[in-house]
């Protein structure tokens, strides 16, 4: 459970090693062959992937109500590359009863954000 639910403190982060599990989508930006023709160093992890690395953050910070109870949006920015470890973060914004507002970020390891959050957790039960 998390250390404190308080808002500004930071949740995370975590680091996570990608996988590209649409790399056999031959012709797709997934496929290495096809992103690089396109101009990119390889094939893209799958963005709902990625953006399910924020509700990983928030599953090990506040347990399976978050999921169950919560609400999650987020919006991709950048490519994720198979094996370039990812950092995920996050900052409470706000707290309203037992509900917080938490904004949430993925980084590449060359430190730009490939895609934010935002989600509302229950905390119900917790200081």
Known sequence: M???VTPGATI???RITPINSAAAAKG???DDEKAKEMGYRGGFVPGVTVLGYMTRLLYEAYGAAALQHGTFAGRLRRPVYEGADVTVD???IARNGDSLSIEMRVVTPE???AAIGSA???V???A
């Open 120 to 122: 509302t957790v229950n």
């Open 90 to 92: 996050g900052t409470i």
């Open 28 to 30: 797709s930006i997934h």
């Open 2 to 4: 998390p250390a404190t």
């Open 124 to 126: 119900s039960g917790q």
């Open 12 to 14: 995370g982060p975590i």
């Open 111 to 113: 430190g730009e954000v």
